[in-house]
């Protein structure tokens, strides 16, 4: 417990007298850590905090790192700028050495701030100071992007940039052709047709990488460090994150392996507004990124860019490609589902330069001053739509149906009818598309009026439901007719003589959360919600097989 005598020799609190030193003791938390443990992680909610004994530092994750920004030693402080900003803290405070640190709640800080006019000179002033450090290291850190140097219009390049985006590694694009590209990468004009080129910040030159060796070369694990686990999580949606956290969390040895990036679909929606416990909304990646971070910190292994050629169901044998064998006690399969393709003539050869599935907030900047169309009447195209309308000039959403009431949350609908320069046509679908190298105007038919016209633009995002990819499964594993797989009361058959657990497949130990599960409520809080219980379920599985 803190009491004032621990406060008297801090300069900050020199200008009280014993007595309010003892009462700013009373009302604090006296939290005493070990090495390596965090007392406060970016974004969660801003608290004071003074150093009493020990040393700590001030880190930020950055793309697949933490650097250190500041030392915090006795008597230093930390968490005065978001709190007095009324913001989520801006960064991590964590323990070098065994360390005690007092916290104070964001209304005794402002309330000392009130009274002590010396105190609040000091805060103010050491505010002032960080937030000018925190516009320089924007700045710098604007510098040490990754550089990716190629076409628009080019498939490759683009691929490039979204592996970069959602990962959030920092990078900037660059046309090769252009006299400033050449003036920052001068290695460019030896290269001709050989894009992309991704100029690393340590000065390396990657040309035309794979994605595997881009991750590899920007840090992000691709290995995993052994070969027997307690769980093995295939698939990095909003269920896989969560069960990767609480299978760490729990003591388990826990691998996710994701083929693209952490988040899945959900990852690359630009605004998820109904997710509990944000009331401003949050995007996709950056709940993806605050999730990825949670179940690292917690001891969760994360592998990109692998994805899994197969699983012995008998022995809980998880082949990743490349032939690696993993040995796992128990497996959660949270692999969502694939965006289905539309079915027009020559779609293939303009998918992905102009033509697009989902959005990923990689495109933003794309469609600036543009006239963008959206096919699809549900959450994931009204999010987009709300996204890039503050870029695009105009936002058109086709749709088949009459409105969108049927197919989208109403809040959603009344935020899209205060945005000027979004439209909704009705009875509407696109059955052509025209361009060479890339898309240039879509031909739309209006189904009410019985005409076509041809509409000129180079952006078209495609939401048009999604399917389950789960051939490469075992047939072991039981899915319906829809490639779903079925779990709880619909496992069947099933051969022990205890009831399945709620999200157990037909194979025991083998679980199913998100999308890809028969009957799921499509939502990232019921994924999230049933990547936990997986793992509950996991151990009540090996209990069980134990005994």
Request: proline share 4%; aromatic share 6%.
């Amino acid at each position: 417990m803190l009491t004032g005598d621990d406060l008297r020799d801090l300069p900050l609190f020199a200008p009280f007298s014993d007595d309010e030193r003892g009462e700013i003791a009373r009302q604090a938390a006296d939290l005493h850590v070990q090495a390596g443990e965090y007392v406060v992680q970016e974004g969660e909610e801003p608290y004071f905090y003074v150093v009493i004994s020990g040393m700590m530092h001030v880190t930020k994750h950055v793309g697949n790192g933490e650097p250190v920004l500041a030392t915090r030693e006795r008597g230093e402080f930390f968490g005065e700028t978001p709190v007095l900003l009324g913001a989520t803290a801006f960064a991590n405070l964590k323990a070098v050495t065994a360390s005690r640190v007092m916290r104070l709640d964001p209304f005794e800080l402002q309330a000392l701030t009130v009274r002590n006019a010396p105190f609040k000179a000091t805060i103010l002033s050491t505010m002032n100071e960080r937030l000018s450090y925190i516009g320089e290291r924007a700045v710098e850190q604007k510098a040490d992007a990754v550089l990716v140097v190629g076409r628009r219009w080019d498939v490759a390049c683009r691929d490039t940039r979204t592996m970069l985006a959602r990962n959030l590694i920092r990078h900037e694009f660059l046309v090769i052709d252009e006299p400033a590209t050449r003036e920052r990468v001068p290695e460019s004009e030896h290269y001709g047709e050989r894009c992309p080129l991704v100029k690393l910040v340590d000065g390396r030159l990657l040309v035309q990488p794979s994605t595997r060796e881009l991750a590899e070369a920007v840090g992000l694990q691709t290995v995993p460090s052994t070969q027997d686990y307690d769980a093995i999580v295939i698939g990095g949606g909003p269920g896989g994150l969560a069960a990767a956290v609480y299978g760490a969390s729990e003591g388990l040895r826990t691998l996710l392996i994701e083929r693209e990036a952490p988040g899945g679909q959900a990852g690359t929606s630009s605004r998820i507004e109904n997710y509990l416990g944000f009331p401003t909304g949050v995007s996709g990646d950056d709940l993806a990124d605050r999730a990825l971070h949670q179940a690292k910190r917690l001891g969760a292994e994360v592998l990109v860019t692998r994805s899994v050629s197969s699983i012995d169901a008998r022995s809980k044998t998880v082949t990743l490609d490349g032939g690696v064998s993993l040995a796992t006690r128990t497996i959660v399969l949270a692999t969502g589902v694939t965006w289905r393709t539309l079915a027009i003539p020559g779609i293939e050869r303009l998918t992905g330069v102009g033509v697009y599935y989902g959005a990923a907030r990689s495109e933003a900047l794309n469609t600036i001053g543009k006239d963008v169309f959206l096919i699809g009447g549900g959450n994931s195209a009204g999010q987009a739509a709300m996204f890039f309308s503050g870029y695009a000039r105009s936002v058109t959403i086709l749709i088949r149906g009459a409105d969108l009431a049927a197919s989208m949350s109403d809040y959603l609908i009344r935020q899209l009818a205060t945005r000027a320069n979004v439209t909704v046509e009705a009875r509407s679908e696109v059955v052509g598309l025209r361009g060479e190298r890339h898309l240039e105007a879509i031909d739309v038919a209006d189904r009410a009026a019985g005409a076509t016209t041809v509409r000129a633009t180079d952006a078209l995002f495609i939401f048009i439901g999604a399917d389950a990819e789960t051939d490469w499964l075992p047939p072991e594993i039981a899915r319906d007719e829809r490639g779903y797989i079925l779990t709880g009361p619909d496992a069947t058959p099933w051969t022990l003589e205890r009831d399945p657990y709620l999200l157990e497949t037909t194979v025991p130990g083998i679980f199913a959360v998100g999308d890809v599960r028969h009957a799921s409520v499509k939502r990232v809080a019921s994924a999230v919600g049933e990547g936990s219980m997986a793992i509950a379920f996991a151990h009540q599985y090996l209990a069980t097989a134990a005994t």
